[in-house]
């Protein structure tokens, strides 16, 4: 399987321990430096399982977090597959994308169908689709919009058909209507729908032999499967459990939605997972599982609400529906909502009471902030445009108990059944809106009510309520609101996510956890639960640590003992300090590298600092700030063009981890501080107090360990091949002495060994000796 000439003697250790660590339904935690060949280890161990006939794996399921990783895992899986013996077949494997990235409409612009619509647009005609084939038949609707095409195989004909990935379809640009119903439908689906077998696997409407395609990429999925005229997200889901690789990003295997809706049909015993860049699956896993819900979903849940009980209302008051108040075409919409109800268990009287609810939860929601901005900032009404991000919290962070949101309603009224029944009545609600209402889209009420009976459901130990305030401007509102300013939500944080890790990871066969950043590994598996499933579930976990394996003499490694560059000790950054003035010095020393440079400090404001003081230097100074993903890239391709230049950012950002600074990109980091977040926000004091519950030292699980793999991160981009050459700098004491605060321990054996300490005042003797030789 392996796809080149011979591995590394750590892949081969790292193979070998992966296959029998997974045979015992176990898991192989492994951190490899850049080089290690961590990607083609993982692919070669699980295809390994999946081919051996005495395994039970049936498939290899990939999750990553990082889009460059994903190319990578394709890169390799056409590089085993070009190596494998002439009389095999090749290894087949899919990547998994959105619609968006598949619906024939939206990558041509036609069909009414477009980014902003495509889901909403999706779920309506697939409804609609479904439901005329009660009516008639998927084969004869796919049909009829084949006939509605012009010009496809007619070169004296003015063509009038839909293109997708240069492949001709059968059906026309514009959306088909059925017969004389005028009803829209996708044809695409209903051809899917027409090649379902009426028993067995849905794999059998599939138009193609995916065995023989090695790896099926989104362009591969279309082309194949719209040239046949058939869905492609659809083939997708029906391929899913029949790919021997899949290629993924944790939302497929972690966010319960996608799950419930796609890919639940991988998570079992027969999958060998492989989480890559697996330093990021705590936060990340956490942000998934945790749930909210805006002012604004709750007014438009309000609304949908409205719009189902206003027709039932006016026909109650009608006396059961006479015509001369209430008649015609409202009658027989009250009527159609009317049946749509009583086919459920949901009453007038709940969605009454739920409504009731979202109402008092707005004017709950707006008393609270507006409170909340008088006692903090008096004057909040005449500088709303210096409104930050902010956060209420709505319990003790540090104490576990009731929320005072859960504690109003009970005061109001507002009782167990409102909360776990706005699920229900939610969902209902949404469905007839779907019914009696043409247009599509995605509608409110549903997730709402699932979000606010998650919120009384779920503990008040592990998890954190608060209402969570994100700077926005809306001109729309008065000048006096705060909505002008802040888009207001209650949030339900899980701060303890490892529970909802490991319970998932416990699905899977067995698999490997990888990254370049993972130690302290004893601290990985308590986070992500991998240490409950070997204690509680004996189920192995096996740690391995493999180390650069390129030319020592290639790369100078320091930890700087700066003073300590933290709030209290570094000062504001209009204020000359020593600890400024020391860190100052050693960017500027650092920045004198050949070559281009990068600088991470803790915050995009310490960054703009870092900038100023480089405002003289020779090379052209480029300074990350908070942008969209367009300006990130912009200043990469800048970058990395042109003569050598020093690239400033903040480690929370996105240019320090998953971006490739390969061959000369890059010849030296340097990285101020420990980049900690913000220990007073409520939310992460509450993080903090978990962690202290579950694992005894709640600052080094849940704020020490993940700033310095980030820190570590953003110095690993140096070094990237066997014949590169660079420098990487941690710059304060912490990283370089033991102490009460320090972090040395949290660098991992390899990199306490690499990162040799140095004073400030022999740093630039010892740089001047590396460049020199």
């Not at 609810?357 to 009404?381: C, G, I, K, S």
């Not at 000359?576 to 590298?593: G, K, L, M, P």
């Not at 870092?610 to 993903?629: G, N, P, Q």
Request: net charge negative; hydrophobic share 35%; with cysteine.
């Amino acid at each position: 399987m392996f796809g080149h000439d011979e591995p590394y003697d750590d892949q081969v250790d790292g193979i070998e321990t992966a296959v029998e660590t997974a045979r015992e339904g176990g898991f192989l935690a492994l951190e490899g430096a850049c080089g290690t060949g961590k990607t083609m280890l993982a692919l070669t161990a699980g295809i390994h399982l999946v081919r051996d006939p005495d395994s039970t794996y049936e498939r290899v399921f990939v999750l990553t977090s990082v889009k460059q990783q994903l190319r990578q895992f394709e890169e390799d899986l056409r590089t085993i597959n070009g190596n494998l013996p002439d009389d095999w077949h090749p290894i087949s494997a899919m990547t998994l994308v959105g619609k968006a990235d598949v619906c024939p409409y939206n990558i041509e612009g036609a069909g009414g169908i477009d980014e902003t619509n495509v889901y909403e647009r999706c779920e309506g005609l697939r409804e609609r689709t479904r439901g005329l084939t009660d009516e008639t038949t998927a084969d004869s609707l796919a049909a009829q919009a084949r006939s509605q095409q012009v010009g496809l195989g007619d070169s004296g004909s003015s063509a009038s058909y839909l293109e997708a990935a240069g492949e001709p379809t059968p059906y026309p640009r514009e959306m088909p209507e059925a017969g004389d119903s005028g009803v829209e439908y996708c044809p695409f689906y209903a051809q899917y729908l027409a090649d379902l077998p009426e028993e067995g696997d849905p794999v059998e409407a599939v138009p193609f032999d995916p065995t023989e395609l090695g790896l099926i990429e989104s362009e591969d999925l279309v082309e194949l499967s719209a040239g046949h005229g058939a869905c492609p997200h659809s083939v997708m889901g029906a391929l899913l459990p029949h790919v021997e690789v899949l290629v993924g990003n944790y939302y497929h295997a972690f966010d319960p939605t996608t799950v419930e809706s796609f890919t639940g049909a991988l998570i079992d015993d027969e999958t060998f997972v492989v989480c890559d860049e697996a330093h990021m699956l705590e936060p990340r896993v956490r942000d998934l599982v945790g749930d909210g819900v805006s002012g604004r979903s709750l007014r438009s849940a309000e609304s949908e609400l409205s719009r189902v009980i206003e027709p039932l209302a006016a026909m109650e008051e009608a006396g059961g529906g006479t015509e001369t108040r209430y008649g015609g075409e409202a009658k027989q919409e009250a009527a159609t909502v009317r049946d749509e109800l009583n086919e459920t268990d949901v009453t007038l009287g709940e969605l009454r009471d739920t409504k009731r609810f979202f109402v008092a939860l707005q004017e709950e929601l707006d008393q609270r902030v507006t409170d909340h901005l008088d006692a903090e900032r008096p004057d909040w009404q005449r500088n709303l445009p210096e409104l930050r991000d902010d956060e209420i919290p709505l319990r003790d962070p540090e104490q576990p108990g009731t929320d005072e949101l859960t504690r109003w309603a009970e005061r109001n009224g507002f009782d167990a059944k409102v909360w776990t029944r706005a699920e229900s009545v939610c969902a209902v609600a949404g469905h007839i809106l779907d019914t009696v209402e043409e247009e599509d889209k995605r509608r409110a009420a549903p997730p709402v009510g699932r979000t606010l009976g998650t919120w009384y459901r779920a503990d008040h130990t592990d998890f954190f309520r608060e209402i969570e305030l994100e700077r926005t401007w809306d001109d729309t509102h008065p000048a006096e609101s705060w909505r002008r300013a802040y888009t207001a939500r209650f949030s339900l944080h899980n701060c303890l996510p490892s529970g909802a890790i490991g319970e998932q990871l416990g699905e899977f066969g067995g698999g490997i956890l990888m990254s370049a950043t993972l130690e302290p590994l004893e601290a990985f598996a308590e986070v992500t639960g991998l240490r409950h499933l070997e204690e509680e579930e004996d189920r192995p976990v096996v740690e391995r640590t493999y180390g650069l394996e390129f030319p020592e003499e290639n790369r100078g490694s320091y930890a700087v003992a700066a003073p300590k560059f933290t709030y209290s000790n570094r000062g504001d950054p209009d204020e000359e300090t020593d600890t400024r003035r020391a860190h100052a010095r050693a960017i500027r020393q650092v920045a004198d590298s050949p070559g281009n440079v990068l600088v991470g400090m803790p915050s995009y404001r310490e960054a703009e600092w870092a900038a100023s003081i480089l405002s003289d230097h020779d090379k052209e100074v480029l300074v990350d700030e908070a942008t969209d993903d367009v300006a990130t890239e912009q200043l990469k391709r800048e970058f990395f063009e042109g003569d050598p230049k020093v690239l400033v950012t903040s480690l929370r950002g996105t240019l320090t981890e998953g971006v490739d600074y390969r061959g000369d990109r890059l010849s030296a980091a340097i990285v101020c501080g420990v980049p900690i977040i913000n220990t007073a926000s409520p939310r992460t004091r509450a993080v903090r107090t978990a962690y202290d519950r579950a694992f005894g030292d709640g600052f080094k699980y849940a704020l020490a360990v993940p700033a310095v793999r980030k820190a570590r991160q953003a110095v690993g981009r140096v070094i990237r091949g066997p014949e590169e050459r660079g420098v990487r700098v941690f710059c304060d004491e912490r990283y370089a002495r033991d102490s009460w605060d320090s972090v040395r321990e949290l660098l991992g054996e390899a990199d306490r060994e690499e990162f040799g300490a140095v004073s400030t005042d022999m740093f630039d003797f010892a740089l001047e000796r590396f460049w020199s030789t």
